[in-house]
């Protein structure tokens, strides 16, 4: 069983910045991340991170948000800069335990992400 802690998000006004941080317990942790989910809207991949080191991002966030991991701590932090109001929006860290073909997807409790003036 993975348990999943998150940290940060808040209120932030338009093209500021917050940093978001979820560490994991566990092993055979493959890949973390973070999705996001609006109000009436459908949960999204915002940002991930294999524990290789590739990434993958949400086209809406290229260029202003940074992913980064550090296995020995099984912890993934995410960099949101330029943050705009679309952004708004609950952020869940993700943790995928297995390996690309086979995992288990664990889930943070959601943390409130408000870019508003």
């Known amino acids: 069983q993975v348990q999943v802690v998150e940290s940060g998000g808040g209120l932030v006004q338009p093209g500021g910045s917050l940093r978001l941080s979820c560490a994991a317990s566990g092993s055979s942790i493959y890949r973390m991340g973070w999705y996001r989910q609006a109000p009436g809207k459908q949960r999204e991949l915002v940002a991930a991170?294999?524990?290789?080191?590739?990434?993958n991002y949400a086209d809406s966030v290229k260029g202003r948000f940074g992913i980064s991991r550090d296995n020995a701590k099984n912890t993934v932090y995410l960099q949101m800069n330029s943050l705009k109001p679309e952004d708004t929006a609950v952020y869940y860290c993700?943790?995928?335990?297995?390996?690309?073909?086979?995992?288990?997807?664990?889930w943070g409790q959601g943390t409130q992400v408000t870019v508003s003036s």
């Open positions: 993700n943790v995928r335990a297995g390996n690309a073909f086979r995992y288990s997807d664990y």
């Open positions: 991170i294999t524990s290789g080191g590739s990434t």
